[in-house]
């Protein structure tokens, strides 16, 4: 009888044990699927729609091969241009310029999702329904806490928001519009105000 109990004991730890080796396995699939996805937008275009709980903005962000450019159409117009370590603002109804180090402000998050997604590795990754979510927790260069969720589509994987949280600050984007192998002027991504192009 107490073999009999053991052999059972056995068997049940052999199922749990699968179990969570593979749902293990499957986040790690999944997250490595995400990384691999954003990894791939260069080239890449999509409107967006960004609330911070009170204000709505609209615009549309272009990822190049090294950088960012985000354009905001309502309700001003500004222009974000961002590399790894320098960055322009450009106010069109001022025509006002501003350069800056994307790492002092909250734009830095904007480049490390887009060109640095390995900057997720060490985040977690859950599946809900027909979503991925795809979160990472730490202390911005400000010594803020900031928690960045990264929702996708599951099937097919679609990048669909982004939620930042920087201390009590919320900033969401909804993303549709996806436009892939966009063909990019030379200038498109220079960080230079936008009239001296023309």
Known sequence: MFLKNERYLFYILVIVFSFFAFKAQSASEDKAEALQ???SLSDFSASFLQSDGENLSEGRVYIGKKRVRAEYFLPTK???ILSENKAMYYDYVLE???FFNPKNTNAWFFYD???NPYFFEDGKVEVKNNELLLEKKGID?????FVIRIIFEKQPLILRAIEVVVDNDILKLSIYNHSYNEVFDKNFFKLINP???N
């Open 96 to 98: 006002e310029d501003e």
């Open 78 to 80: 500004i222009l974000i």
């Open 141 to 145: 260069n400000e010594e803020k806490n």
């Open 113 to 115: 999702i887009f060109r």
């Open 195 to 197: 009239n001296l192009l």
């Open 37 to 39: 996805y954003l990894s």
